[in-house]
């Protein structure tokens, strides 16, 4: 069984930096893709920054300058670093990791719990 687990959420004030790791746990052979999301109240879950097997990132417009994805296969973690963080930044993260290759099978996904970020102005 694959776990995905978020750490790093918090309290920042604006212009303020914060890093995000999510840390895949089981028998993990590889993972296809990686993401970072994001939620409000009431709102729908949005894609804030992808990374994909061969190097190529993705990033919502509102973050791009500002947010960097990244991973070390070798911990299977990936992180969010997020700078000139902004009141709008405020919500709940989530991680999500795509086509994940186990040494039984592959998993089609899997999400994080999700951890809070609060900015504050």
């Known amino acids: 069984q694959v776990q995905l687990v978020e750490s790093g959420g918090g309290l920042v004030q604006a212009g303020g930096s914060l890093r995000l790791s999510c840390a895949a746990s089981?028998?993990?052979?590889?993972?296809?893709?990686l993401g970072w999301y994001r939620q409000t109240p009431g709102k729908q879950r949005e894609l804030v920054a992808s990374l994909t097997s061969d190097g190529s990132t993705n990033y919502a417009d509102s973050v791009k300058g500002r947010f960097t994805i990244s991973r070390d296969n070798a911990k299977n973690t990936f992180y969010l670093q997020m700078n000139n963080l902004k009141p709008e930044d405020t919500a709940v993260y989530f991680c999500?990791?795509?086509?994940?290759?186990?040494?039984?099978?592959?998993?089609?996904?899997?999400w994080g719990k999700g951890t809070l970020v609060t900015v504050s102005s």
């Open positions: 089981g028998t993990i052979v590889s993972i296809n893709a």
């Open positions: 999500n990791a795509k086509r994940i290759a186990t040494m039984n099978r592959v998993i089609p996904g899997a």
